[in-house]
């Protein structure tokens, strides 16, 4: 029996001493890669989800230890969004917009003379979104038992839009033949400039384990939940013909037609992969 206890304590010991390159590390630096769930809350009743969407994430974090047990993670990291959405027929509205070639048109812009510009009816739409994200976090840590460490984190994740793109599904309509005959279409990597906000900030929490399994590097692993406060959609002005989207039960896009923004928050649930070094 007490040579099983020896044998134990070695082993622990040997254990932090390896541990140990990584725990005196004031800075820890490497990249990060992870995927998840994106799920919108929607603000319009025009437009709904249309199944989670999915996230992408590949980047860099820092690790900036202010005690033995306390750091502050930050970092640059690119998220890769896919956002799903669908008509919701509410009320009996479909959804329109005017289009010219891979643009798609503000309604104060559309030109009815325009032979150029084409109306859309809209029934499924999906969002190909990249930002560049900078996490702003606390992390809480205990002190390395053996090769691992566990962790929980608390704090910020700040985006920046960099691209969107849209590929909708539907009809092309002929505006001049109000409830006239559809032809069944695909609008594929269309732009449409403003009509995601620039800016997207979620507070979350997180936790996980760090691995040291050679030297000061380590592996870590960590799963968290990101509610975002901001808005995803741009809220343009509807007034001035500004916004891209408006809905009809009757005029396909010809008369009284109810303008309106689409409008969600975004929740996420996130699983990270990190090599730190």
Known sequence: MKKVIVASCILMLSAGVFAQDAADKKVQAGIVFGGGLAMQ?????????????????????????????????????????????????????NVYYWYNDKEMLPIGDHDPNDANHNLFEMTERSH??????????????????GY???????????????????????????????????????????????????????VGLAGGAEWNFSGSTSLVAEIGYYYGFTPLHAN?????????????????????????NNKATQSQLQLKISVLF
Request: charged share 15%; net charge positive; proline share 3%.
């Open 128 to 145: 190909k979104v990249m930002y560049l994200t900078l996490p702003t976090m606390m992390v809480f840590r205990t002190n390395f038992i």
């Open 236 to 260: 343009r002005n509807t007034t001035k013909g500004k916004n891209y989207t408006y809905a009809s039960p009757l005029d396909n896009g010809i008369g009284n037609d109810t303008q309106f």
């Open 148 to 202: 691992f460490r566990y962790f929980g984190k608390f704090g910020l994740r700040n985006s920046f839009l960099l691209s969107n793109t849209i590929t909708d599904r539907g009809f092309n309509l002929d505006p001049n033949v109000p409830m006239g005959a559809k032809s069944p279409a695909t609008n594929e990597n269309m732009k449409a400039g403003g009509e995601m906000f620039f800016f997207k900030s979620a």
């Open 41 to 93: 809350k929607m603000g319009t009743n025009y437009i709904q989800t249309n199944g989670v969407g999915s996230d992408l994430t590949i980047g860099a974090n820092v690790n900036f230890g202010l005690t033995e047990t306390i750091a502050f993670c930050t970092g640059l990291e690119f998220d890769f969004e896919n956002l799903k959405y669908r008509a919701a027929n509410y009320n009996g509205n």
